[in-house]
């Protein structure tokens, strides 16, 4: 596999990310430092999936540009090497939340500093992402993971989403691991933090306009 050329200031992967995702700039910094994460030269965003020695074996791109529709895998991917967020915390994480994409994955973790109030909170747990609705990654993970034991299906809550979760569900299960599912309230993890930023943002809004009537 032979990864997209590298932009020199990524501007348009945080502007995407961190201003239209409203995903942790934190969490974005930590995954650019480890290489699984930059922007082309073509403005895209490239989510990268290495392997035990560090190696790029899977890349998946997003667009940034216009409607933002854009999306492939770099050809060459292997996707038994899916994009994981599990190498970061000083423990050995137990629980695994899985999804269908690398940027609702840094949304979850997101979500979960918003909620707890720590920058770092997301670093207790792993999280992979199997480039759509197949578990091509999760076998080969769980191989290399050994102290896994609870795995949280956060997959889209549409048909194709559910319908997946449903089988993968019921086979990790017969398996032996504990499963558990957590649907978003909107249709990915994505729109549920766009929609507690939001929230936020409005709070905040309250607060100060009635700071300034009081005075």
Known sequence: MILPERIGVPLRLYDYLCN???IDGEIV???MRADM???DTRGNIVFVGLDEC???R???LRGTQGDCSFRGDCKGSDKRYGFNMSEFSQVFPTRLFIFESSNVAMSHASLMNAHVGDKTAWELD???SLAGTTDTALPFFLKKHFDVKELIFCLDNDKAGREATATMARKYAEKGFAVLIEYPKGKDFNEDLQAHRAQMQAHKRTKTQHHDVTI
């Open 37 to 39: 994460l930059y922007e």
């Open 54 to 56: 560090d190696k790029p």
């Open 126 to 128: 792993s999280r992979l």
């Open 58 to 60: 899977f890349a998946s």
């Open 29 to 31: 910094n930590t995954l």
């Open 20 to 22: 239209k995702r409203g």
